[in-house]
């Protein structure tokens, strides 16, 4: 059945009586699509039809007047949870990495070696993990099986994954008709089979962690991390911390990096038991790095420095149950739903909260979640077939979940670390191979000076492979040039490592190679057209090149930022290898390595274009206005020197602005997702042309 609901239908209700529908917003507009013979979080699809680009700014707004689908019912949550069950799945898709299977029960040989190929193949899509539901026809019914068929059928799929090496964990039962205490009832089984791709060493997940000040979410990090519940009193997050201040204010300010993970049976691997980062490491088969951001909106820029430059697959929204969803909290929802970062909510101090406040704080939750900015559907998991489902529906976009814990009593937290576990990764095999292909571009993040070592760059491989050995441009410097550099060692995750691939994170060492090679490997002059623009026209945006931002002294005090990093590149290079060149070139975050062998020379611009588009503005955007560009790794201050309309720019208006950076040059990439922000003044866009740095520009 679909409807078409309009901002004209409201307290509409389906003939089921399953759903009350209260659309209030002025631009709301959907196509809902429901089966009467399936469960609401299985079936249902809100999807934007008209007025797409308008609906996104009311998360920016301050505006209160974001409800709609005010409350629902179904059969789902009529039920108490041990009766949940589930009617029908989607049909079976070629692609991705579940596999429907009605029974496998004493298979032929040439059938066996078919179900393997298959089972390589979903392994491949889902790298490293696919999904078997057992019982399932490919039409997606669930015809279930008896006890003897499923129990042949589990042990055909164990044999096969123990010919690829693989290990099977059984994640959910579900029964098809009777009662669960009946021996003659029909069940259906749904089973993980995870193995670590043979050019990895573990499948990597990477979740952003966000939320206001005061949320819990370094205490929730620590409990997670170091399988030990909080006092209270936040001693949980200790550990966590970098730096003095933050440990007497207990406010986050830099971007922390935790790890958690999870061996092929399914079970957590943290830091108790005398555990240590190589130990977790050797033993995981799936790592989920907990990217640990700033709360307090003094560090606005640190945060979405983290969801820009450290490409999280995810992010994680944590709620304390005591305030809901205030102040910062909404801002960064609207962010990574800007950036288009799937999201989960967790709901943290549940444990200072009757059930009335804890219902208390998810109901405005649920409504931002519902809005049009948003569009999704909330659902609640509060058990473990919640967990699955969530996971499931999750990929699809279609739902966000909301998880309601406590690090004090550590209520629910197995079901969080249930989620973490089976949440897959974001990019595709093939997409993975493309980047792979490409010339090798790294990001660098943060940048260490490592005694006996040298310097020592942090960031993520974007596209291309890199290995030790490799010579690689380093750039922009301050004049807009790449200065040639060899990678010395490398590691990941404080292990010692040959070779980086496309997606991955890792630490670099780099020896600076002499001056005669890099005259001679010295990038050639562009041979692009320079910008219409002269920087006589515009004084007030002169550019200053002639102070090194980040001299040698500031670099050495980097260090104390992560002192532990001393001694990891030891065993790889000697410090009589590290030539003194490198020690006093410019480096900063922001810069990038890429590919000495690449077809076409590295290019820095100071000036580009963009297609951007206007969030949030309480007023008019003209020519001049200057703000914050987020591209990628870059941040830095740039203003407008054309634009598109010579009316300006209002909020929910588009426009190609023309842009110059304030400071220096940057390395851009065309079609690069670019946030600009200003104080309340949030605009997105891509970058569609750059302007080579030469003479005239600078």
């Not at 070696?113 to 089972?119: D, M």
């Not at 304030?662 to 600009?676: D, N, T």
Request: contains cysteine; aromatic residues 6%; neutral net charge.
């Amino acid at each position: 059945m679909r409807w078409r609901v309009s901002k004209s239908m409201v307290g509409r209700i389906h003939p089921n009586g399953r759903l009350l529908v209260n659309f209030s917003h002025k631009l709301c507009q959907y196509n809902i699509m429901m089966n009467d013979d399936r469960l609401f979080h299985d079936d249902m699809h809100i999807e934007e039809r008209e007025e797409d680009d308008d609906l996104l700014p009311s998360l920016f707004s301050r505006s209160k007047t974001i409800s709609n689908l005010n409350e629902f019912d179904n059969n789902n949550r009529g039920k108490s949870p041990s009766r949940r069950r589930r009617q029908s799945l989607p049909p079976e898709l070629d692609e991705g990495n579940v596999e429907y299977k009605l029974k496998l029960v004493n298979p032929s040989s040439t059938r066996l070696i078919h179900l393997i190929t298959q089972l390589k193949w979903r392994l491949k899509e889902g790298q490293g993990e696919a999904i078997y539901q057992i019982g399932v026809e490919d039409n997606g019914n669930l015809a279930g099986l008896t006890f003897d068929e499923m129990s042949s059928s589990l042990k055909t799929l164990n044999k096969m994954a123990s010919i690829l090496g693989a290990s099977t964990t059984i994640l959910r039962e579900d029964v098809v008709n009777g009662v669960d205490d009946d021996p003659s009832h029909r069940r259906v089984v749904e089973v993980l089979v995870r193995k670590v791709p043979d050019d990895q060493v573990f499948i990597d997940v990477r979740v952003a962690v966000l939320g206001g000040c005061n949320s819990g979410k370094s205490t929730l990090l620590g409990v997670l991390t170091q399988g030990l519940m909080d006092d209270g009193r936040g001693r949980a997050r200790l550990n966590l911390f970098r730096h003095l201040h933050e440990i007497q204010t207990g406010r986050t300010s830099s971007i922390s990096h935790e790890v958690l993970g999870f061996d092929n049976e399914g079970r957590v691997l943290d830091y108790s038991e005398g555990r240590t980062i190589d130990e977790i490491c050797e033993s995981a088969s799936k790592l989920i790095t907990l990217i640990d951001l700033a709360g307090h909106h003094k560090y606005l820029k640190t945060t979405i420095f983290g969801l820009t430059g450290h490409c999280p697959d995810f992010a994680m929204l944590v709620v304390g149950a005591p305030t809901g969803p205030v102040g910062t909290t909404r801002e960064h929802l609207a962010l990574a739903v800007a950036l288009q970062v799937p999201l989960f909510i967790v709901v943290t101090k549940t444990d200072l909260c009757a059930r009335k406040g804890i219902d208390g704080a998810l109901r405005p939750l649920e409504s931002i979640i519902k809005s049009p900015g948003c569009n999704r559907v909330p659902y609640r998991v509060t058990e473990k077939a919640d967990v699955m489902n969530a996971a499931h529906r999750f990929q699809d976009g279609a739902i966000t979940p909301i998880f309601t814990v406590s690090s004090v009593t550590g209520n629910n937290l197995d079901l969080l670390k249930q989620f973490l576990n089976v949440l897959p990764t974001t990019r595709s095999v093939k997409e993975l191979e493309r980047l792979s292909e490409h010339d090798a571009e790294f990001q660098v993040d943060e940048i260490f000076v490592v005694g006996g070592v040298g310097t020592v760059v942090g960031g993520m491989l974007i596209s291309g492979v890199v290995r030790e050995g490799d010579e690689l441009y380093a750039g922009p410097l301050d004049n807009g040039e790449f200065s040639m550099v060899r990678v010395a060692s490398m590691h990941r995750n404080r292990t010692g490592c040959r070779m980086v691939r496309a997606g991955q994170c890792a630490s670099l060492a780099l020896v600076s190679i002499n001056g005669e090679q890099n005259n001679s490997n010295s990038p050639r002059k562009s041979t692009f057209e320079s910008p219409p623009f002269s920087q006589q026209d515009y004084p007030i945006l002169r550019t200053s090149v002639e102070k090194p931002l980040l001299d040698v002294s500031d670099s050495r005090r980097l260090s104390d930022v992560d002192s532990d990093m001393c001694g990891l590149f030891a065993d790889d290079c000697s410090s009589t290898s590290i030539s003194s060149d490198l020690l006093h070139t410019t480096f900063r975050k922001g810069m990038v390595l890429l590919a000495a062998s690449r077809t076409q020379q590295p290019i820095s611009c100071i000036m580009f274009e963009a297609e951007i588009y206007v969030l949030f503005h309480a007023s008019l955007i003209c020519r001049g206005f200057q703000a914050t560009i987020h591209v990628g790794n870059v941040c830095q201050t740039a203003a407008m020197v054309r634009l598109s309309t010579k009316q300006g720019l209002r909020t929910n208006q588009s426009a190609t602005v023309t842009f110059r950076f304030a400071c220096r040059p940057e390395y851009l990439r065309i079609g690069s997702r670019l946030l600009l922000r200003e104080r309340n003044t949030k605009a997105i866009g891509h970058v569609t042309r750059i302007y080579p740095t030469n003479e005239n520009t600078c």
